[in-house]
């Protein structure tokens, strides 16, 4: 290994930096000026670009909390807050759930048709979900469904379920053969089997499929519109926002606040969880 | 497999009970319920019962409904034939929808899966990588809504003579040009800058899986030809970029997957006005302003077939590695 302070190394690796720093730009500084602009007063917001403050970034008197508490209290934002927490907490936690009955049933389990069964799981990972709305809406506003919770609870189990049962099947199929034996020695049922062996090891599997079904379902428009009907009372972040996009345009004070709040716990949870992130991105390529 | 014949047929279990049931009755009913291994099917019954209802049940009830008239009673639409079929490959904003897919899958998946590629070989030649990759991966995890208000800020357009607020105005008019009507300017402006947003949320993507591959090519391969002189383009051309292709084709199929189905940025940033409807914000359309419940269904079908390649593929992929398993 050579020094890294070699200057004639240094000169050839500037190329590189340099294409490095302008990705890194584009992909930043959207997003800062996001930031730096929801915390602005609107007069200044709509005079000057956001920019203009770095000459004086830190003097006071130039950022407040009110967008905020614009959002958040006057458009109702709070309570959207609240109903995206709603709608994609269980939602999540039920999808998981069965998809980690039907992945272990699929990975271990012999019955007729399985092989099939589960192509057709496979398949219907990509399945546009615009193929399922119209014969599904009447029923829903039959069974008082649409609009509701539950209704769309169940929704997005079911449109995750492909997803989410072939991520947890791509790991309990690695579980080695030998521990299924022992346990069927030991006289335990296939259910006993699931809780108490199959269940505690697959953790950091299921961990990756929950965060990644939870930012699925907390950054999805299309179902809830769908489902929901933009009912303001029920409505998630997503749905809100679009429709202050649509009513409000041109007050960039409500909308990059706005936009910050529904952006933040996905961002707690990408810098805290990263890896599990990641690792169902890995594990999760195949998806459309 | 042993345990595979010795469970027996579902349909055996099946006439056993009928028999059963017709010499024995009820008690004989129970029995024969018994019988089945319900623990087998118990497993994957809800997974099953949900994707029927909410996936298969209505994918053919969606293909027969496009056949069928406006009217949001599902029975109650009168046989049309191809009408609504015509009007998808005739009307002139389905062929603008069409026309823009086409450019978003050609221009996102080119862009994302060649930008991951750069950032995963690049990256992997700097100290302060894991940095740079968050950055570039951290729009993956927002919402396509909230990356939608980021860049409509990014394109804000304010008249010659005041300052601009958007970034990219404000950049065009210091290098001494016109501020541009960056979401209005058809077709080909508004679109690209569109596309873009898709572009800044899925690089990201692209690059953990590329990346995650490239890390996996041993280093000692890539030595081996530099020790040998190759220069680094052709180190790149012929031994990183072959070994990566399985993997890029893969992820290209996942892009073109999600571009075919792309919704909430148009939706939200023009609704498709200024000719950049694409096809599954047409279907919303067709479907929530118009309650043409016919053409909806057709477009969505559209939709479907452009995917069903992709569904195959996917299957048998699967299949392959079952096999290699």
Redesign the interface.
Same mark, same amino acid.
């Given at each position: 290994m050579k020094s890294a302070l070699n200057p004639r190394r240094f000169v050839a690796k500037i190329p590189l930096h340099l294409t490095i720093l302008v990705f890194a730009a584009i992909w930043i500084i959207p997003t800062l000026g996001l930031l730096i602009t929801s915390f602005r007063d609107p007069t200044n917001i709509a005079g000057t670009g956001w920019w203009t403050v770095f000459p004086k970034l830190f003097s006071g008197g130039q950022y407040s909390l009110e967008n905020y508490i614009g959002v958040l209290r006057g458009e109702g934002l709070a309570r959207s807050f609240l109903n995206s927490l709603i709608i994609s907490v269980p939602a999540t936690a039920i999808s998981t759930f069965i998809a980690s009955f039907a992945a272990y049933g699929f990975a271990w389990m012999r019955f007729h048709g399985r092989k099939v069964l589960f192509m057709l799981v496979v398949g219907l990972m990509v399945i546009p979900l615009q193929m399922t709305f119209i014969p599904i809406l009447p029923i829903y506003s039959k069974l008082r469904l649409a609009g509701t919770f539950p209704g769309i609870w169940l929704a997005h189990t079911a449109y995750g379920l492909p997803l989410t049962t072939y991520l947890v099947h791509s790991f309990m199929a690695g579980i080695p053969k030998d521990l299924f034996d022992s346990a069927a020695i030991d006289g335990a049922s296939p259910l006993k089997t699931f809780w108490r062996i199959v269940i505690p090891i697959s953790v950091p599997a299921l961990a990756s499929v929950f965060i990644f079904q939870f930012l699925w379902i907390w950054n999805d428009l299309l179902v809830a519109l769908v489902y929901l009907s933009a009912k303001p009372n029920v409505a998630p972040l997503t749905v809100s926002i679009a429709n202050l996009v649509t009513n409000r345009g041109q007050d960039w004070e409500l909308l990059t606040a706005a936009a910050f709040v529904s952006m933040a716990l996905p961002l707690v949870v990408f810098f805290s969880l990263q890896r599990y992130f990641v690792r169902g991105i890995l594990a999760g390529s195949v998806k459309g | 497999?042993g345990?595979?014949s010795k469970?027996g047929?579902?349909?055996l279990q099946g006439t056993q009970l009928v028999v059963r049931l017709s010499v024995r009755g009820w008690r004989g009913l129970w029995k024969g319920l018994c019988s089945i291994?319900w623990?087998?099917?118990?497993?994957?019954a809800?997974?099953?019962l949900?994707?029927g209802?909410?996936? /298969?049940?209505?994918?053919v009830?969606?293909i027969f409904?496009s056949f069928f008239g406006r009217s949001?009673?599902?029975f109650g639409a009168p046989f049309v034939g191809f009408d609504n079929w015509r009007f998808v490959f005739t009307n002139n904003v389905m062929l603008t929808a069409l026309r823009n897919n086409a450019l978003w899958a050609v221009l996102f998946t080119s862009c994302t899966v060649g930008?991951g590629l750069?950032?995963a070989v690049?990256?992997d030649?700097?100290k302060y990588e894991r940095i740079?990759k968050?950055?570039?991966?951290?729009?993956?995890?927002?919402?396509?809504?909230?990356a939608?208000?980021?860049?409509?800020?990014?394109y804000?357009y304010k008249p010659a003579h005041i300052?601009?607020?958007?970034?990219l105005n404000?950049l065009v008019v210091a290098l001494g040009g016109e501020p541009v009507g960056w979401l209005i300017q058809r077709p080909w402006v508004n679109n690209i800058c569109l596309i873009v947003v898709g572009i800044?949320m899925w690089t990201g993507?692209c690059m953990?899986?590329l990346s995650?591959a490239y890390k996996n090519i041993p280093r000692a391969l890539l030595e081996a030809a530099r020790i040998d002189g190759a220069t680094e383009w052709r180190v790149f051309r012929n031994i990183i970029l072959p070994l990566l292709a399985p993997t890029a084709t893969?992820?290209a199929?996942?892009m /073109?997957?999600?571009v075919?189905?792309i919704?909430?940025i148009i939706?939200?940033?023009t609704?498709g006005n200024f000719s950049t409807e694409v096809i599954?914000n047409r +279907?919303?359309k067709e479907?929530?302003n118009f309650f043409n419940?016919g053409r909806?269904?057709a477009?969505?079908?559209v939709?479907?077939i452009l995917?069903v390649p992709? +569904?195959?593929l996917?299957?048998r992929?699967?299949?392959a590695q079952e096999g290699g398993?």
């Open positions: - | 497999m345990a595979e469970k047929g579902l349909a291994r623990n087998s099917w118990a497993f994957v809800p997974a099953l949900l994707i209802f909410f996936l /298969v049940y209505p994918t009830m969606t409904r949001t009673n599902l930008f750069i950032l690049l990256l030649r700097v740079v968050s950055i570039i991966f951290i729009p993956a995890a927002i919402s396509m809504v909230g939608s208000v980021v860049w409509k800020f990014v804000a300052d601009q607020i958007g970034v404000a800044w993507f953990v899986i995650a893969v992820v199929t996942t /073109v997957v999600q075919l189905k919704f909430d939706f939200v940033m609704n599954a +279907m919303y479907m929530f419940y909806a269904s477009i969505a079908v939709l479907l995917i992709f +569904m195959i996917n299957i992929r699967f299949a398993r």
